[in-house]
């Protein structure tokens, strides 16, 4: 759990007793009896930042209501405008209203824009390869997804596959490029590759997750 100093622990006190009372609990992404360590949009336990609702540079205060509290993601990510209403508006449209989700989503959004399909289609009924269907759905459920797991965690744990910038956590992209790296390694696992070959899903050799689906 991040640490703050008391002043901070106080300061955060003040801005969350003025606002629980002000704001319907839908419209922002925790609970209020979270809010001194989970981010009001995102939902995620992390460090918070005093993020002005209206930016000191436009005029803004230091008093809580113009404070929020919010992830160093969320604060680059929101508004700086003069209107005191935006920040608000923003966190409301923007929030999933669950716990640990947010930037799972944003994953999957960013995995679709790069690779023109949903993520984990090796994983799903429904993919755009017919054949590759009815190999990999063939396979035990409970087994492929403890492959699938166990993959993962050696992809993620490999420092030469990726690696992200100095203090920073891991970006959009860099999540994307990874969970299609884990598919890959998932369909190339020997024992779902025997499945392909019973059902004859494979083309050219393999019927590889890095080019276009058809």
Not at 18 to 43: I, K, P, S
Not at 87 to 111: C, F, H, P
Not at 195 to 204: F, G, I, Q, R, S
Request: aromatic share 12%.
């Amino acid at each position: 759990m991040p640490k703050y100093t008391k002043a901070q622990l106080a300061r955060q006190q003040e801005i969350i007793a003025y606002w629980e009372t002000r704001v319907y609990d839908e419209d922002v992404a925790v609970d209020w009896h979270d809010a001194h360590e989970r981010c009001w949009r995102c939902g995620y336990e992390r460090k918070l930042e005093f993020c002005h609702i209206v930016p000191k540079s436009l005029g803004g205060g230091l008093a809580p209501d113009n404070m929020v509290l919010l992830c160093g993601d969320c604060h680059i990510e929101g508004p700086n405008v003069s209107d005191s209403d935006a920040m608000w508006r923003w966190i409301k449209a923007t929030n999933v209203g669950s716990y640990d989700t947010y930037w799972n989503l944003r994953a999957q959004e960013e995995y679709k824009r790069i690779f023109s399909c949903d993520p984990l289609v090796c994983l799903r009924r429904h993919t755009p390869w017919p054949r590759l269907n009815a190999a990999v759905f063939s396979v035990d459920t409970e087994r492929k997804l403890k492959l699938y797991k166990r993959l993962q965690k050696k992809v993620w744990e490999d420092d030469k596959e990726w690696s992200r910038h100095f203090g920073e956590r891991v970006n959009l992209s860099t999540k994307a490029f990874l969970t299609r790296r884990v598919e890959t390694e998932l369909l190339n696992t020997k024992y779902i590759h025997q499945e392909l070959v019973k059902n004859d899903a494979l083309t050219d050799g393999w019927p590889s997750l890095e080019e276009d689906a058809k």
